[in-house]
């Protein structure tokens, strides 16, 4: 299950579960879609992958017997935070942004 991070790693901005501006890689480094797509290139600082908008998580559980949802399942509220700066993540990103995901 997807651990649902709160924030932005890079500008900290709130990212709630509802959000549609949220975006993951595949180990689920979280960031807003304007930091993936104006400074990261579309490229993981951790990982060198891609990222793909994040899944929202229903509200409800609409089939209560499986236990599903944020009522059941809430999103986490640990904030993380790029160890990486500005300028290491735009020479990273340079290296990578015009090689298709795939390749990487």
């Known amino acids: 299950m997807l651990e649902l991070r709160p924030n932005c790693e890079l500008c900290d901005c709130d990212l709630p579960p509802q959000s549609a501006e949220a975006r993951i890689c595949s180990y689920e480094c979280t960031y807003c879609a304007d930091c993936v797509d104006t400074v990261l ?14 899944p929202i998580r229903p509200q409800s559980a609409w089939r209560p017997e499986r236990q599903l949802g944020l009522g059941n399942n809430p999103a986490g509220e640990k904030r993380y935070h790029t160890p990486y700066t500005r300028e290491n993540i ?15």
Do not use: I, T, Y
């Not at 290139?41 to 994040?54: A, E, H, L, Q």
């Open 41 to 54: 290139k579309d490229v993981c600082p951790k990982c060198g992958g891609n990222f793909m908008p994040r």
């Open 90 to 104: 735009k020479e990273f990103a340079s290296q990578l942004k015009d090689v298709q995901p795939d390749k990487r």
